[in-house]
């Protein structure tokens, strides 16, 4: 009896210590840095935990994710070896999935697995995931339930569709998704309000052009920088006297035409500022969509710039994080433009939206209704 | 002729033999344009005589996109693919270039943006080994290091380094190993840089400001001179050689160059892409010198696939059109046209004949180079859009598509 009661201590500290040393790991691992800093430790602590074969080594491991992005894709691919020795349980996995304060990444890789393993389990979630917070995991589910709108216009019921069509838009978050819903909708009648939708930031103030001239104006701290005063009159490009404009879009993806607004122009910069309404502190994502030089700041703060002509542009093409306090916040954008003569260089524009994390819309509490007509004037007196 | 060691004594055939055998056991393709970064398979490779359906000896299919080359170490093929709805889940793959079973996968998860130009892709970039460890690049500047049996030995997030190194139609600069030093080149508008990095650790060894304007192009070696192992970084203002481990600039020859196709090396001379083809006497190129140009060939523009090497000619490629011209002067010998239009992928060489694949048709086609024009001998049509660079290894070529990765002959 001795004995026995001798060798099941031993095992439990055996295994006390495993799993002590796979919190060391996962620690090890957690506090890499940039430039490679703490890779060498980094690797050992990830063949140690690759080497474990317990399911519970791989949701712990699978815990730590969301810490330290540089740390993800070390604790992810480990956590994979881990379960391709030893599948986890289908219950443990759709716990994990459910719990929504695991990590977006971690819960992607979680459904992934469900579905390979038990696909039928998986799709009984779709209902409960379709407006879940994780991006990846809700365009699944949202897919799911395209797929079964598209299966009912199909078979000839349309009422179904239509409606399936409507809950599916409420909750998908990806623009290719929304734009196919959209689509259907409309071919159904039913007119979706896109700008609404995303959240596109519609009404803006924009003035220039100012100078860009061997793409200084980049660098080049023009008034609006210092100060928006939208009653002023600065010297732009040429010397000549400019003043701040009232910018309204129709355009269904909020986009930002400061050809309509200057003209064709080249090596020139633009300013554009709104005033958004926050209910609430919040943190929030400034979606950011433009193929010329730009930088934002958010409440005067600089959040991030590039400089950068005619490479591409899309929705949520940059993704900004910053905090809105509770009450007016303000929005400035430089966009500039450059020398290139070529057709696919003409734009000189932007399109930007406010979500939260999982791309939701939020909506200013001051946001008007959608814009029906591009409207590009001076301000009058009691707006400047 | 008939057999052509047939009338050596017995025990002579028995050493080429095992000579022979040890070669082909040893013949792997390691980087993009294989192991010399020059599109050349080892000495004694043949590309198969002829190609129909039976050539193709596998086929499987690939869950994501990717333009990247496959490199193969003995007989492990690794490949990397992107996918999902933005490209952001990353893939490397270990097949078997026996039967084409998988090995293993591992996946990872973009850090760095994935936008790319519909066109390419985010797993444009080639991976690269050095017979013990794989180097996996993306578009997205995530950069990933493992053995070959698919352990992490280390993860780099360039891009949360670097956070303006993108490009928004997409990067595709390949990694180059050169000696113990992974050189990357990320060469955009914005923050512009190359990089060498400790092979091992996947720490910085050295990092040096670019020129802002983008870039595609691949580094190469230039082997080693005056006690230093050089690497040529091609941009668009030229070609800059650096000491591999320091990063610094050993000469610049600053007259300008593509920004797509990259130069090739061969005993001392660098063939840059530049103001068409310019041949540099990399032997007789001083530290701190404007480095000697031996011949210009303003013609020679290559349009995407990078130039390629016979014994005495180099060849370029523009469309579906090769040129080829006199290793010794530059000056042309002929021009021919390829089978089925446009070529995007880079021409690889082994005994003395080329492998194209066209883009839109994905013809695999085997050209003679070495007469008054070139001659297709041998094609295969594999019906899929192709802009990889055929990789090669113990008489198969290997090539991938968005959906697909084949080998053919061997």
Redesign the interface.
Same mark, same amino acid.
């Given at each position: 009896m001795k004995r026995i009661l001798l060798i099941l201590s031993a095992a439990a500290l055996g295994l006390a210590g495993a799993k002590a040393d796979l919190a060391g790991d996962i620690e090890t691992i957690l506090t890499i840095g940039g430039e490679g800093a703490g890779n060498e430790a980094a690797s050992k602590a990830w063949q140690a935990i690759a080497d474990a074969t317990e399911e519970a080594a791989f949701f712990e491991v699978l815990q730590a994710v969301g810490k330290n992005n540089l740390a993800d894709n070390w604790l992810l691919s480990a956590a994979s070896v881990v379960a391709e020795k030893n599948a986890p349980d289908v219950e443990a996995l759709k716990t994990f999935l459910l719990e929504t304060s695991n990590a977006p990444l971690a819960r992607e890789m979680v459904l992934d697995l469900l579905r390979s393993t038990d696909g039928e389990a998986a799709t009984k979630l779709f209902a409960q995931l379709r407006n879940d917070p994780a991006e990846p995991v809700r365009r699944v589910a949202v897919q799911f339930y395209i797929d079964e709108a598209t299966r009912s216009e199909e078979a000839g019921q349309k009422n179904v569709a239509a409606e399936q069509y409507r809950e599916a838009l409420q909750a998908a978050r990806d623009a290719d998704q929304i734009k196919t819903i959209s689509a259907k909708l409309e071919e159904f009648g039913e007119k979706v309000d896109l700008p609404k939708q995303f959240g596109f930031l519609m009404r803006w103030k924009t003035i220039g052009p100012f100078d860009n001239l061997g793409r200084a104006g980049f660098d080049t701290v023009f008034p609006p920088e210092e100060r928006v005063a939208l009653d002023a009159t600065h010297i732009g490009k040429d010397d000549a006297e400019i003043q701040w404009k009232e910018f309204e879009t129709a355009n269904p993806f909020g986009m930002v035409d400061f050809n309509k607004a200057y003209g064709m122009l080249k090596e020139v910069t633009a300013y554009a500022y709104t005033e958004f309404d926050s209910a609430e502190d919040q943190e929030v994502e400034i979606r950011l969509g433009c193929k010329n030089a730009w930088k934002v700041w958010v409440n005067g703060e600089l959040v991030f710039g590039r400089d950068e002509y005619h490479r591409g542009m899309r929705i949520d093409q940059y993704r900004l994080k910053a905090n809105f306090k509770k009450g007016l916040n303000t929005i400035l954008i430089k966009c500039c433009q450059n020398e290139q003569k070529e057709r696919w260089t003409v734009e000189w524009q932007f399109q930007m939206r406010v979500t939260d994390h999982t791309g939701t819309a939020i909506l200013a509490t001051n946001r008007g209704p959608t814009p029906e007509t591009d409207k590009v004037a001076d301000l009058k007196p009691n707006e400047a | 002729m008939g057999d052509p060691i047939g009338t050596l004594p017995l025990i002579l055939k028995a050493i080429l033999v095992a000579l022979v055998s040890v070669g082909v056991a040893h013949a792997d393709w390691r980087q993009f344009r294989g192991s010399g970064v020059d599109g050349q398979a080892p000495a004694g490779s043949v590309f198969p005589s002829s190609l129909d359906d039976s050539s193709i000896q596998w086929k499987v299919d690939l869950p994501g996109r990717g333009l990247s080359s496959p490199v193969i170490v003995g007989e492990k093929l690794f490949l990397t693919a992107g996918s999902?709805?933005s490209q952001a889940r990353l893939h490397v793959f270990c097949f078997s270039t026996e039967d084409g079973s998988q090995i293993w996968e591992?996946?990872?998860?973009a850090?760095g943006?994935t936008? @790319?130009?519909e066109k390419t892709s985010n797993a444009a970039p080639s991976p690269c080994t050095d017979g013990e460890r794989v180097y996996a690049l993306w578009s997205s500047n995530?950069l !990933?290091c493992l053995d070959l049996d %698919?352990?992490?030995?280390?993860?780099? %997030?360039l891009m !949360?380094?670097y956070?303006?190194a993108?490009?928004?139609?997409g990067l595709a600069t390949s990694p180059i190993l050169v000696g113990d030093i992974l050189v990357v080149q990320i060469e955009?508008?914005?923050q512009s840089i190359a990089v060498g990095?400790?092979k091992v @650790?996947?720490?910085?060894l050295w990092k040096v400001e670019r020129e802002?304007k983008?870039n595609w192009s691949t580094p190469v070696p230039l082997g080693e001179h005056g006690g230093k192992q050089l690497v040529a970084l091609q941009g668009s203002a030229g070609v800059t050689a650096v000491d591999a481990a320091t990063g610094e600039t050993v000469w610049t020859h600053g007259e300008g160059a593509s920004t797509i196709p990259s130069g090739v090396y061969r005993d001392g001379v660098f063939y840059a892409v530049s103001n068409g083809i310019t041949a540099i006497d990399v032997v007789n190129s001083a530290p701190g010198e404007t480095p000697k140009v031996l011949w210009e060939a303003s013609t020679m523009r290559p349009k995407t696939p990078s130039p390629i090497l016979l014994d005495d000619r180099i060849v370029i490629v523009a469309g579906d059109v090769f040129t080829c011209a006199s290793l010794e002067d530059g000056e042309r010998l002929w021009k021919s046209r390829g089978e089925g239009g446009t070529i995007t992928g880079s021409v690889i060489a082994a005994g003395n004949r080329l492998c194209a694949v066209s883009e839109r048709e994905g013809i695999v086609q085997i050209i003679d180079p070495t007469g008054d024009e070139g001659k297709v001998t041998a094609k295969l049509k594999l019906g899929d859009l192709i802009q990889c660079t055929p990789a090669y290894a113990d008489g198969a070529i290997y090539v991938r598509s968005d959906k697909m990765l084949w080998k053919i002959g061997g």
């Open positions: - | 999902g709805p591992r996946q990872f998860f850090t943006r936008m @790319t130009h995530d !990933v %698919g352990n992490v030995q280390w993860i780099r %997030g !949360v380094d956070p303006n993108s490009n928004s139609l955009v508008d914005s990095i400790d @650790t996947g720490t910085n802002k983008a």
